[in-house]
Structures are given as structure tokens and as C-alpha cells.
């Protein structure tokens, strides 16, 4: 039996034309009738590294079954110069989050796959504690189960107030281990009670994970990283899938 929250995490590629550029995370939100691949707008595009992919590639299965079949599916990220992917901001400036629809009618039929919803999203007014058991699930470094193309997940736990906007931002801290490549991932917990709402992905939605979170005062040779993260509020998910 396949865990519905492994299904739900894909592996992002970027690519510019036919050349490999990153490797990255990102996850189905499924709102009414359409489908969304969500992951941090940072994979799509960002100037100061002069990353400016023109499509991305996602590795999705196609066979419950049989879990070690798999094929790419390409996403274009743009259509005669205008951006195909949608991302945001607010009063402390860029959030870091993207989404881009995937057309239902391309994939394969056979395509097993998970997907929030609305009904997954955290209220940030909702009660959660200081230190509540987090996972974070994605590709760290690109690394998976080669031979059933699934993520891994990062126990984390909850690192500052939630509902809070850290700093003034649009995002909460997590204290868990994380690498590059698992940008985008889904910042879940498990529901305190019962919730049919949630289907047969028994996970609530608090965030989605950004970057790792350091100080420029470090001494790199003396002290060690943080182990903070930025986690962006996932109810952004209900303005960028509207309209």
C-alpha cells in the first residue's frame, strides 16, 4: 500500500531548451476541477543566481501497480513571452511560492497520483504549538527511491509562532535538516481530530518549504548552521488558484 502523501510530492526538474539546470520539489494542489503543481517560485525563475529555466519536467508514475514505472512530463513556462505560472506578493515584498496549471487532459490515464486541496489548507489562526511534530517531503539533493521514484521525509518540527508572520514575512520557521533540491515541499502534520474532509490524504497543509534559514554573523569554521527554515503559509494557495 502506497502512502497518499508520497503520491501527492513530485521531483521538478528545470530545464533551459534541452539543458538540465536544477533539481527541485513540488506538489498537487487540486482545486474544483483543475490541477496545480505547487513548489517555490524560485525554481520557475530568479534573477540573482540567473536561473531562467524555459520548462520543467515532472516525474510522475503510471501504474499503481507497479510502482518502478514512471515517465517525464513536461510543463512549458511560458507561451509567446508571457510567464505561464502564477506567484504573488504582500506587504513584506516576493512570496516565495509559484504555481502553474497542469492540463488534466495530457496526462496518462493510468497516472497514479495524490493532491491537496482547500479542505488540507491550515488556518493561520488555527492552534498550533511551539514545537509540534512537522514533515517535510521532498528531494533532498535529488535523492529518492531510484526504484520507485518516491520522495523522502525530513522530520521537523515547528520553530516559531504560527500565525505569526516571522520577521514580518509570509512565512513560519521549521527546525529540521534540509538540502538543497527539496525547495517546494509541503510542510505537513498529522490532524489533531478527525476529518473526513481530507479523503484519503489524512494530512493537514501548513506551509511550503523555501530555503534554509542563516545569519550573517556566522562564523562558518566555528559555528554550526542554524537548522531553521522558511516555510511560507500554504492558505496562499487560495488566492494563487483563483481565477
Partial sequence: MI????????????FHQQQLLTNATGFFFARD?????????????DTPSKHFPDRI????????????????FSIPLY???????????????????AVIEV?????PASMAYGAFTPEHLCDPQSQVEIGT??????????????????????????ASSFGWRFQGQGFFLTDARTHRGISGAPVVMRPTTTNPALGELPWVLL????????????VMHVDEALGLNCSWYADILTQLTTG
Fill in 3 to 14: 502512502e497518499s502523501l508520497l503520491l501527492s510530492v513530485v521531483r521538478v526538474s528545470t
Fill in 33 to 45: 476541477a483543475r490541477l496545480f503543481l505547487v513548489t517555490s517560485r524560485h525554481v520557475m525563475i
Fill in 57 to 72: 519536467e515532472l516525474e510522475i508514475h503510471t501504474d499503481l501497480e507497479n510502482m518502478a514505472m514512471s515517465t517525464g
Fill in 79 to 97: 507561451r509567446d513571452g508571457q510567464k505561464l505560472w502564477r506567484q504573488t506578493d504582500d506587504t513584506g515584498g516576493d512570496v516565495d511560492v
Fill in 103 to 107: 492540463d488534466r487532459s495530457q496526462l
Fill in 133 to 158: 511534530p512537522l514533515l517535510v517531503v521532498g528531494f533532498p539533493l535529488g535523492f529518492h527511491d531510484t526504484l520507485h521514484h518516491m520522495p523522502v521525509a525530513r522530520q521537523a518540527s515547528l
Fill in 207 to 218: 506551509g511550503i518549504h523555501s530555503a534554509r534559514l542563516d545569519v550573517g554573523t556566522r
